[in-house]
């Protein structure tokens, strides 16, 4: 267990909707990070924030946007879902602020299946 | 844009025997960090090695050791002594930070088959 918790577990739903995923840190840590498991793209990192603020961007749609709380959970929302959206999403975080780079633990994954 | 490659989709090997997976990265900097993940049927991503890029020495953790070559951009992953748990999906990733932003770049995997 990473201490990464994500909920929930598997997600189905319509094309044309909208989901909202959580996603709560490791103990400490101020960096929250989303990535994308599907089969033809792979693993690609989506989006990081550290500590509410929005530190790096990768291959994020527009219809997706992410926001991280005071409390430091994180909430990834994706809108007008599209049967491209079917994939695993992946929370990680790490103690970040550090001046340097540390190392990304896991949480268990969303499994999100659009119809 | 850095880019990881694996270019060995699968792998098999015997149990107690030693298995290579490899890995090969593009980049332009100097300072980076490689990791090894694995991902068993769970899906659950786990963190198996680390390597800082400015250190010469190669990561090891118990079975798991790494050939870190930077000349050459090449990072393998050893397994010793393998076991039926370490059949996987096994993911290289390369990590930058800039400015405190970081990100990972994951290779497409390869997926390891454990003979009993």
């Known amino acids: 267990d990473s201490g990464v918790t994500q909920t929930p577990k598997h997600l189905i739903t319509a094309t044309g909707q909208r989901v909202t995923l959580r996603c709560s840190p490791r103990s400490g840590d101020l960096s929250v990070y989303w990535y994308q498991q599907s089969l033809d793209q792979g693993l690609q990192f989506l989006i990081q924030y550290y500590n509410g603020e929005e530190r790096a961007k990768g291959n994020i749609l527009e219809r997706f946007s992410a926001q991280q709380f005071p409390d430091l959970h994180s909430e990834l929302n994706l809108s007008s879902l599209e049967l491209g959206d079917s994939a695993l999403y992946f929370c990680?975080?790490?103690?970040?602020?550090?001046?340097?780079?540390?190392?990304?633990?896991f949480g268990p994954g969303t499994r999100l299946t659009v119809l | 844009a850095q880019t990881v490659t694996q270019s060995q989709p699968e792998m098999s090997v015997q149990e107690a025997e030693t298995v290579t997976l490899s890995c090969t990265y593009d980049?332009?900097?100097?300072?980076?960090?490689l990791f090894w993940y694995k991902q068993p049927p769970s899906r659950q991503m786990i963190l198996v090695i680390r390597q800082e890029a400015y250190k010469q020495q190669n990561a090891t953790e118990n079975r798991f050791s790494v050939n870190f070559q930077k000349a050459a951009k090449s990072f393998s992953l050893k397994i010793s002594d393998s076991q039926l748990g370490d059949a996987a999906m096994y993911f290289c990733?390369?990590?930058?930070?800039?400015?405190?932003?970081?990100?990972?770049?994951f290779g497409q995997g390869t997926r390891l088959t454990i003979n009993p």
């Open positions: 990680a975080s790490s103690v970040g602020g550090l001046g340097y780079e540390d190392t990304q633990y």
């Open positions: 990733a390369y990590e930058t930070f800039v400015q405190g932003a970081q990100k990972l770049v």
């Open positions: 980049t332009s900097e100097s300072d980076y960090y």
